[in-house]
């Protein structure tokens, strides 16, 4: 079952000009200033820079199923924060925290991520990095 | 007696090594003190806050007139925005044609920008003294910088490059680097790139043990009018750089995405 929430946070830093990671820039495909959050089952995960790739399958609100891309920041960032390329299992139940796309296509910039159990995956941001 | 001193002598070593920080001057030679992992301060950099005394220090080695940057770190410029630099019409025209969703070409995704946008970015460096040169490596595409000690000039024939040719000298504790070859490569990340003649002026100089001030300027009158900087401060780290080991494939799996409206 789809669990889509959005949550309009102001980040305040837009203030003056935009703030992305260097080069691959998120504002290109996301909403940064808006976060959503989704379930789903872990179908690929790939832990290379410049940013890793994680493919899951959610439940629609109507049932059927969507194949989301979760894109996340640096791999190199992230395992100064504890991720590694087997931080995501294939049918591992997950709920990610991040910006929707632009679009409106199954895509999410993770921020955040955590296992069926609630246990968050990594260290959040900004904690070392 | 004397057997029990010796003990408590012991004993209070293993003790004080037990409970000591961790050796954050591990790499540092005897030289200058500038080896070792850096990684960029987190926040706004000068002229998004005032600058602390050291950074003003060095931001006052500024010719006058020079152009200070807002977008050190993890901020950039909005497209036609060049932070206040004179960019010359013709870049201005072609920047508007620039679209930011071909960075996931995977042509493009692995193409490193020159060390002048990749210093700034919020990756760490690593940064190795010799005696005869000084190694910089940065985490961000793997960039590797050579600064000849030994060197006063750049060779005509030196091959353009996204880290060029540099030499450097030390101007009491100021480590100044002089770089240029650089092939052409973004300014801003929006769409603007200097050219091959760019000039590169870096000033390396160490607040404190654990905090290092980089200040770079650079001139391109091909691309713009005067003199542009930017100012970065790293914290010391008990790390070293990782691989980056770049997938260009991996625009494909964002291209490939389900759902678009």
Known sequence: ?129 | MRTLNVFFAIGGCALALAFAPKDLHAQAPEGHGIAGFWSLAPGPTPPRRAPTPAEAELIALFPEGTVLLADAGAVEFPPGDYGGLEVHEHLREAAKDYDPANQTDPSLTCRPPSVIYAMQGPFPIEIFEGRDLIVIKLEYFDLVRIVFMNETEHPDDWPHSHTGHSFGRWEGDTLVVDTAKLSPATLFNNGVDHSEDVRLLERFRLADPNTLIVTQEFEDPGSFVGRAARIMTFRRGDDHVYPYDCDPTYGIAIESRQGRD
């Open chain 1, 1 to 129: 079952m789809v669990r889509l929430s959005k949550l309009l946070i102001v980040l305040g830093l837009l203030a003056g000009g935009g703030t992305a990671s260097a080069h691959h820039s998120a504002p290109v495909f996301y909403k940064v200033d808006e976060r959503i959050t989704i379930e789903g089952t872990v179908k690929e995960f790939r832990f290379t820079n410049p940013h890793a790739i994680l493919k899951l399958e959610v439940e629609g609100e109507g049932g059927e199923k969507q194949e989301w891309t979760a894109e996340t920041t640096s791999p190199s960032v992230l395992r100064r924060r504890g991720w590694s390329q087997s931080s995501f299992k294939p049918g591992e139940k997950v709920k990610l925290e991040g910006m929707p796309s632009i679009d409106g296509s199954f895509l999410i910039r993770i921020t955040r991520a955590f296992r069926e159990d609630g246990t968050e995956i990594g260290l959040p941001p900004g904690t070392n990095n």
